[in-house]
């Protein structure tokens, strides 16, 4: 069992719909929470971080964590066409310069 | 602008044949990360250095090697021991000093490796 699991989808949607992302985790030590977004053929770029548990907004994202149930949650309002591209989640236990990544979820949002 | 520069884009290997790819950051980050993507795989950590002169094998080492002469740069070299290379490679870096930086890493547009 991989210790963070992500559906790779696709998720097709069409455009001005709420999207929700999804990781579930195995390690409770996980402190830091991060989701990637990637262009086909880019780097990662990073979109919202959290640490421990709550809510964080920024514009139209939403970043969530439950750690009593090891499921944090992305959250995209108004989706529009260059939302579409692959959303990574990553964590950390905060005591190595180490990350782990989910496999990334394949949105495309439709006009 | 800062940020971070991998080159080249695209790289082509011959059967038996090293490779070096280059990662290079005006961000002044003290850590930096090698990664290989595969389809449905995430990424994988091939190798991270946290100071100058010291690095640490990730979770993917064997057939890589990298050196950390300086704090810009974090070459890495694909050697002909790897039997499987052909991946998209990423190149991150991240701030040391505070922990909740340290886990932010910014990546590099990526390298695209592909055997002849």
């Known amino acids: 069992q991989k210790e963070v699991e992500q559906d790779p989808g696709p998720l097709s949607v069409p455009e001005g719909a709420i999207v929700s992302l999804n990781c579930t985790y195995s390690?409770?030590?996980?402190?830091?929470f991060m989701w990637y977004r990637q262009y086909s053929r880019k780097g990662p770029e990073l979109l919202m971080y959290?640490?421990?548990?709550g809510n964080k907004e920024d514009g139209r994202f939403t970043a969530q964590v439950d750690k009593s149930s090891k499921y944090i949650s992305l959250f995209i309002r108004d989706s529009q066409p260059s939302d579409s591209a692959t959303y990574l989640c990553a964590m950390s236990d905060g005591t190595a310069s180490k990350l782990t990544f989910g496999t990334g979820t394949r949105l495309q949002v439709t006009l | 602008d800062g940020g971070i520069t991998q080159s080249p884009k695209y790289l082509f290997r011959k059967e038996g044949q090293n490779v070096t790819l280059s990662c290079e950051q005006n961000l002044n980050h003290d850590a930096m990360y090698w990664y290989r993507q595969d389809p449905g795989q995430g990424l994988r950590l091939i190798y991270y250095s946290q100071i100058v002169n010291d690095f640490q094998k990730g979770d993917i080492a064997e057939g890589y090697s990298v050196s950390r002469e300086k704090k810009e740069s974090f070459p890495l070299t694909v050697t002909s021991a790897q039997k499987n290379p052909t991946a998209f490679y990423l190149c991150?870096?991240?701030?040391?000093?505070?922990?909740?930086?340290?886990?932010?890493?910014?990546f590099g547009a990526g390298t695209r490796l592909s055997v002849l």
């Open positions: 390690n409770s030590a996980f402190q830091y």
């Open positions: 991150a870096s991240s701030r040391e000093d505070r922990v909740l930086a340290k886990n932010i890493q910014y």
């Open positions: 959290t640490y421990s548990s």
